[in-house]
């Protein structure tokens, strides 16, 4: 069993920034991606952006240029810089491994963008 802590979400004013991170209780080096999807009440799932074992980034269309996804594997957590938030933007965002036998997921984290 794997334990994912979120952390970093909040209110923010639209065109601002916010930093989520993600705090694993594994060695994530060993997991095949790592990432974060988000999550509008009413809405299935979406990709936010995730980084393969390769090293392979993949970005959900709507966040390209704007938001950076980045792991450390020496304190295995996984960051997402989010840069001119919009209202749109507005979910629970959950913090996402997978594994070689199962996905696991956070308990997810709030950010509202709102004025």
């Known amino acids: 069993q794997i334990q994912l802590v979120e952390s970093g979400g909040g209110l923010v004013q639209p065109g601002g920034s916010l930093k989520l991170s993600c705090a694993a209780s594994v060695d994530i080096s060993t997991l095949h991606r790592v990432g974060w999807y988000r999550q509008v009440a009413g809405k299935e799932r979406e990709l936010v952006a995730t980084?393969?074992?390769?090293?392979?980034?993949n970005y959900g269309d709507s966040v390209k240029e704007r938001f950076s996804v980045s792991n450390d594997t020496v304190k295995n957590t996984v960051s997402l810089h989010m840069n001119s938030l919009k209202p749109e933007n507005t979910a629970v965002y959950y913090c996402?491994?997978?594994?070689?036998?199962?996905?696991?997921w956070g308990q997810g984290t709030q950010v509202t963008v709102s004025s």
């Open positions: 996402y491994v997978e594994s070689q036998w199962t996905d696991y």
């Open positions: 980084i393969s074992r390769g090293g392979l980034i």
